[in-house]
C-alpha cells in the first residue's frame, strides 16, 4: 500500500499538516507535550507553599552570597569563598581567567541561577516524574543558552583570544558559520570527512558481500589467521547509523581485532531507508535482518553455532531474535553478546524526555509526510541531551574563536546519519519505549509473545559509565530479565567512545567485569559498582577471551566466502553498496 494511502482522510488530515508544520519550526519537539509537563509543574507549585517558602530562601542565600562576595571583591579582602562548585563534567569556567573577578561573580551567579531553577523544577509534590524531569530538562536547556561562557562580553577566554588575534578570530568564525550553513542547505558532512574515506580509511576490514536482499547486505570479513575458531561471530549494529562504528580505521577497528585473533566475523549492514521502505516493520528487521543473515551463515558454515553480538537498536534486536528463537526451539547459537543495549525501558535516561504519547503522535504525523524519521530530527535530539558538548562548545570554538577542532573518525561516522522508516520507529517507540513489552513478556514476534527468560546462553553485556542513550544502570537491568550466566563489563567513556576501546599501552580507559551466574542472588548497580574494582585498559581483550571460551578449542580452516549448493557467492567487496547511500 503506498504511504499515500495511509495518511488519514478528510478532516484527520487537517491535523496531520498543522502537526508537520508545527513539527518543522520545533525541531520535531510537541509544544503539547512540554505544555502538559509545565502545567503540572506550575499547578503543583502554587499549591506548595513549603516548597515556595524553601525557594525564597534559597534566593536569599544566593542573594546576599553575592553581596557579600561582590563587596569582598571591591575591598581587597580575598577570603569570600565560592558556594557554587561546577560539576566535573562541566568543563566552561574551569580556565585561569574564569577565576578572576569580575569574571568569577559572573559564573557564581550563574551557576547559582541555575542551581535555584533546578531546585524549583524538582521534589514538587503531585509533579508526575516525566514530567518533573522535562520541566527540569527544557530550564537546563535555556539557561545553558544564556551561560556567560556563550558571550564574548562576558567570556574572558573569547577577549584574550580577540586581543592577541586583533580580532581576526571573529572573521574566521563567520567564515565557518557561512560554511556550516552551505553545508546543511546542501545536505553536505562537515569539514575535514573528507579524509576519512569509506572502504579506504574508514570501513576498510578486507571482506566480501555474500548475501544481499531489501534490507540487508551481509559482509564477510577475510580471515588473517590460518586456522579460525569453529564458531563464527554475526554482529548486528544499529541502523540508526551505519555499520562501520565497529570498523573505523584499522587501529580503532574492533572487526578488525577480532579476525587478528582468529575469529569468522559477519557484518550486517543496514539499507538507509527511503520514503517507499515506509511500512518496513520491526518483524522485517528481525527476519530480513538478523534471521536471514543467521540462514545465510549456517548455509555457509552448517552444523555450527554462532555467536551473536548486537550494538545498541541492534543489540535489543538482537535480545528479540535470541528470544524468539529459544521459544521456537532454534539452537543455532551459541552465545549473545549486546553492546549499549537496553531490554528494559522504564528507566532509559533523558532520552526518555522525548517519549510519550503525545509525542510519538506527534512525531508519527511528522513522518508521514516523508515516510521516515529524518537523520536531522534524530541528530537534533542527541545534541540536546548533551548540549554543552555538542552545541555550546562548538559555538564558541568555531564561530567565537575561529577555530575547529579535527575531525576524528568517530566524528566522522557520527555524522554519517541514517533515516528511520515510519512503521519501524513508530513501533519501536510505542512497543518498546513507552510499553516495554520485551520486559512484561508482552513483545510479539509472528503474533507470538516472548520473553527473555527464555535464553539460556552464556550472556556477555557491555555498558558504558557516561552513556546518554542506554544508561548503564537500565542495562545493568537484563540480570533481573534472564536466567542465563551473565558477565557484565562496565567501561569508561560513553555510548560510542566506551565501544570504540582499542587495546593501547598508553590510555586512560579502564573497565569493571563481573560474572553473574544463575544460581546466583541479585545484586542492585550501586552495589555492584562499590564491590567490583576496575580494571585498567580496553575491555576488547576480556570480551575476546570470553568469546574463546565459550568456543571450540580445536580450530578450524577458515570458511569459504561461497556455497555452489546454498547459491551463495560474493557479490562485491566489503564495505558494499548500503553503507554508501546518502
Known amino acids: 500500500m503506498p504511504i499515500e494511502e495511509h495518511i488519514p482522510k478528510s478532516s484527520e488530515k487537517i491535523d496531520h499538516t498543522l502537526q508537520t508544520a508545527i513539527g518543522k519550526m520545533s525541531g520535531g519537539v510537541s509544544p503539547s507535550a512540554f505544555m502538559l509537563a509545565f502545567t503540572d509543574w506550575y499547578s503543583h507549585l502554587t499549591m506548595h507553599p513549603a516548597k515556595q517558602l524553601e525557594l525564597i530562601n534559597l534566593f536569599q542565600e544566593g542573594y546576599w552570597h553575592l553581596v557579600k562576595q561582590y563587596i569582598g571583591h571591591l575591598s581587597n579582602d580575598s577570603t569570600g569563598e565560592y558556594s557554587i562548585i561546577p560539576t566535573p563534567a562541566d568543563k566552561r569556567f574551569t580556565g ?56 564574548p562580553i562576558t567570556n574572558p577566554e573569547i ?51 555474500i548475501y544481499r536482499n531489501q534490507l540487508i547486505e551481509l559482509i564477510q570479513y577475510s580471515p588473517t589467521t590460518t586456522t579460525v575458531y569453529a564458531q563464527p561471530i554475526l554482529i548486528s549494529p544499529a541502523w ?37 521502505d515506509w511500512d518496513l516493520s520491526m518483524q522485517d528487521y ?22 551473536l553480538v548486537g550494538y545498541c537498536l541492534g543489540g535489543t534486536l538482537a535480545a528479540i531474535a535470541a528470544a524468539s528463537m529459544s521459544r521456537d526451539n532454534d539452537h543455532r547459537l551459541a552465545t549473545m553478546t549486546l553492546f549499549a543495549a537496553q531490554t528494559d525501558f522504564t528507566e532509559p535516561g533523558e532520552l526518555g524526555l522525548f517519549i510519550d504519547e503525545s509525542q510519538i503522535a506527534f512525531l508519527e504525523n511528522i513522518m508521514l509526510e516523508k515516510g521516515y ?37 568517530l566524528m566522522a561516522w557520527n555524522a ?52 546518554h542513550v542506554s544508561p548503564w544502570e537500565s542495562v545493568f537491568k537484563i540480570n533481573l530479565l534472564t536466567t542465563a550466566d551473565v ?75 561461497e556455497s555452489k549448493a546454498a547459491g551463495i557467492k560474493p557479490l562485491g567487496d566489503a564495505p558494499g553498496t548500503y553503507v554508501l547511500q546518502k
Not at 543473515?293 to 552448517?302: F, G, Q, R, T, Y
Not at 545534541?383 to 575531525?407: A, E, V
Request: proline share 5%.
Open 286 to 307: 528481525l527476519d530480513l535482518g538478523i534471521m536471514s543473515a543467521l540462514d545465510v551463515i549456517s548455509a555457509l558454515i552448517p552444523h555450527q553455532k554462532i555467536h
Open 487 to 561: 558477565t557484565f563489563t562496565l567501561t569508561s567513556g560513553g555510548h560510542n567512545v566506551g565501544i570504540v576501546s582499542m587495546p593501547s599501552k598508553k590510555t586512560k580507559r579502564y573497565y569493571r567485569i563481573s560474572t553473574l551466574k544463575e544460581t546466583d542472588r541479585y545484586i542492585d548497580p550501586k552495589s555492584w559498582y562499590e564491590h567490583t574494582k576496575s580494571v585498567n585498559g580496553s575491555w576488547w581483550p576480556a570480551f575476546e577471551k570470553w568469546l574463546a571460551i565459550n568456543s571450540s578449542k580445536t580450530k578450524v580452516d577458515p570458511p569459504k566466502m
Open 96 to 151: 585561569k581567567n574564569w577565576q578572576q573577578f569580575p569574571y568569577s561573580f559572573i559564573y557564581e551567579s550563574f551557576l547559582l541561577a541555575q542551581n535555584w531553577w533546578h531546585a524549583a523544577a524538582t521534589n514538587v509534590q503531585g509533579v508526575s516524574c516525566h514530567h518533573q524531569e522535562v520541566v527540569d530538562f527544557t530550564l537546563r536547556q535555556i539557561l545553558d543558552m544564556m551561560s556567560p561562557s556563550n558571550f
Open 159 to 209: 577577549q584574550q583570544i580577540a586581543s592577541e588575534m586583533k580580532g581576526e578570530n571573529y572573521i574566521q568564525g563567520f567564515k565557518n558559520l557561512l560554511d556550516d550553513i552551505n553545508r546543511f542547505q546542501n545536505n553536505e558532512p562537515p569539514p575535514g570527512s573528507e579524509n576519512f574515506i569509506i572502504g579506504k580509511n574508514v570501513a576498510a576490514t578486507a571482506g566480501k558481500i
Open 373 to 409: 524519521l529524518d537523520t536531522h530530527l534524530m541528530s537534533g535530539a542527541f545534541q540536546l541531551l548533551r548540549s554543552n558538548d555538542l552545541i555550546w562548545s562548538r559555538l564558541i570554538h568555531d564561530y567565537l574563536l575561529g577555530t575547529r577542532k579535527p575531525l576524528t573518525d
Open 240 to 276: 540508526i547509523m551505519k555499520y562501520y562504528i565497529l570498523d573505523l580505521t584499522p587501529k580503532h577497528s574492533l572487526v578488525k581485532y577480532l579476525v587478528r585473533k582468529g575469529h569468522t566475523v559477519f557484518m550486517i549492514s543496514w539499507k538507509n531507508p527511503t520514503k517507499k
Open 416 to 467: 554519517d546519519a541514517t533515516r528511520l522508516p515510519y512503521k519501524m520507529h513508530s513501533q519501536y517507540l510505542r512497543n518498546l519505549f513507552l510499553h516495554n513489552q520485551l520486559a512484561e513478556g508482552h513483545y510479539l514476534v509472528k503474533g507470538k509473545p516472548i520473553a527473555l527468560t527464555d535464553i539460556r546462553l552464556p550472556i556477555f553485556i557491555v555498558a558504558t559509565e557516561r552513556d
